[in-house]
């Protein structure tokens, strides 16, 4: 038997990582278990208790209610954008991490600079500019408004040059230019298989940062059938008398209960992704850090 197992320093991070846990997991309890509730059960009682079913159905109803069930509209237009600047994302940052890192294009040094320049600059102060560029293409209140500007992924470009650089095998390419092998077939039939944790990690990502996107779309899109749906939902949310007393006249149906299932609705699917995605998260996430 280890005598060691329990140790002090063993127990005290044991303590540290189930506080974290518990930290993380009430909140996430609390939430699904909110639109099982109605208001006054989720406000007076125990926050932790369970409701009925029939109270999530009654949420959901009082939230496709709203405008002619144009959730359904937003749910659509969330799938679409998230997916166009997913396919997007790792046609470029593939393509370009590759080129980075197995040829010596002109300016390399300063494109790699230009790429972590990128990733510092917050997201929040290219709005502007982006907006008046696509205003100028009278994109604007359109879709690609928000694919195009989501399909540029900095971090993705570099973090496919790390992998690259550090994980594609110098002899294969060698032999396979030899061989015949142009540059296209050897990114295709070569590079791309031996990329598929990397592929996994980006679309994983992109997926989530496009999904969970607000501030861009609220910008760039003036028609409520345009909203996805943290935009949509935000809108909502905006007139519940329970969140916004200055909408105390509202006649929405919209209480905590219908807000919370709001919630669920856009963290769900994030959570089916990551499962599915799992196995190349970890695999993309430990690719490159050990050079071949």
Request: aromatic share 12%.
């Amino acid at each position: 038997m280890n005598t060691d197992r329990w140790t002090p320093g063993r127990v005290l991070r044991a303590v540290i990582l189930l506080g974290f846990a518990v930290y993380c997991v009430i909140p996430l309890l609390w939430l699904a278990l909110a639109p099982t509730k109605t208001d006054g059960q989720l406000v007076n009682g125990n926050p932790l208790s369970f409701g009925s079913f029939g109270q999530i159905g009654t949420a959901w109803n009082h939230l496709i209610a709203y405008n002619s069930e144009v959730l359904y509209t937003w749910l659509t237009n969330s799938v679409v954008y998230a997916l166009g600047s997913l396919v997007l994302t790792l046609a470029t940052s593939l393509l370009a991490g590759y080129a980075l890192a197995t040829t010596r294009v002109p300016g390399r040094r300063a494109l790699l600079v230009l790429t972590l320049i990128a990733m510092i600059v917050p997201p929040t102060a290219m709005i502007l500019p982006l907006f008046l560029e696509l205003n100028a293409l009278h994109l604007t209140n359109t879709g690609l408004s928000v694919i195009l500007p989501g399909s540029f992924y900095p971090f993705g470009v570099y973090l496919a040059f790390i992998y690259f650089s550090t994980t594609l095998p110098a002899e294969l390419m060698e032999a396979a230019r030899l061989d015949g092998c142009s540059e296209t077939r050897l990114f295709w039939h070569v590079a791309l298989p031996l990329a598929k944790p990397l592929a996994g990690l980006l679309a994983f990502f992109s997926f989530v940062a496009n999904w969970n996107n607000f501030f861009l779309p609220y910008v760039m899109l003036s028609e409520e059938s345009k909203f996805n749906l943290p935009v949509g939902l935000g809108a909502v949310i905006a007139g519940t008398p329970a969140l916004n007393p200055a909408n105390g006249g509202s006649q929405l149906p919209i209480t905590r209960p219908e807000v919370a299932l709001a919630g669920l609705i856009v963290i769900v699917p994030i959570a089916i992704v990551f499962l599915f995605c799992q196995r190349y998260l970890v695999r993309g996430i430990l690719a490159g850090s050990v050079k071949s």
